[in-house]
């Protein structure tokens, strides 16, 4: 498999055929900020946080690089007065769903992003799937799940799976970018029911 040369940040570096932008740059050392990304987990795009910059036969448009294949001779900018815009947006509305998260708040000082720009919206999850992608990618337990859509959009866990394997698993809590999913977990009533006093 031939390897593929694209120039990220003024830099080139050398990618297989199967990696994503995002890949590339973290080969360099090159940090985009990201909040659905995981690498035991297949892409998603989610978050849209890791927009990029790439310029390829003469035109130049903002991507996913979580989910954007390298190409030969692509160039990318992983900081750019629009990327930087671009990025901001996505926090302030994030924040208006999560304003306690730790890490949006990380990333909005670094955005310059006003965390009360938009109307508080407090779900606490901003759906970026960790929770459920790897209790079914790498757990295989489908233990949690995504129910309605759009704005009501919000995850679930499955009671009847959740209070035989959660209890002693909890490995998707750490991932939780917002830190709701404790929250969520216990208001789901998996919790109770998976208590000994309560079977």
């Known amino acids: 498999m031939s390897e593929i040369l694209l120039e990220i940040d003024g830099r080139q570096v050398e990618a297989s055929p199967d990696m994503t932008v995002l890949q590339a740059a973290q080969k360099l050392g090159i940090k985009i900020p990201t909040l659905c990304h995981h690498e035991k987990l297949e892409p998603y795009g989610a978050c849209r946080l890791c927009m990029v910059e ?96 759009g704005t009501h959009r919000e995850i679930n866990f499955i009671q009847e799976i959740a209070s035989k394997e959660c209890w002693n698993c909890k490995e998707c809590f750490p991932l939780c970018p917002t830190e709701a999913l404790q929250a969520a977990y216990v208001l789901s009533g998996a919790l109770v029911s998976s208590l000994p006093i309560f079977k």
């Open 54 to 149: 790439v310029e390829s036969r003469g035109s130049t448009k903002l991507v996913v690089s979580c989910v954007y294949p390298v190409e030969n001779n692509l160039v990318v900018r992983t900081r750019s007065e629009k990327v930087d815009k671009v990025r901001k947006m996505i926090l302030e509305l994030l924040l208006a769903h999560a304003p306690d998260s730790r890490d949006l708040q990380r990333y909005a000082q670094e955005y310059g992003a006003d965390k009360n720009r938009f109307e508080k919206e407090p779900s606490f999850c901003i759906h970026c799937g960790l929770c459920v992608r790897y209790c079914a990618e790498v757990k295989k337990k489908h233990a949690i799940g995504f129910i309605d859509r």
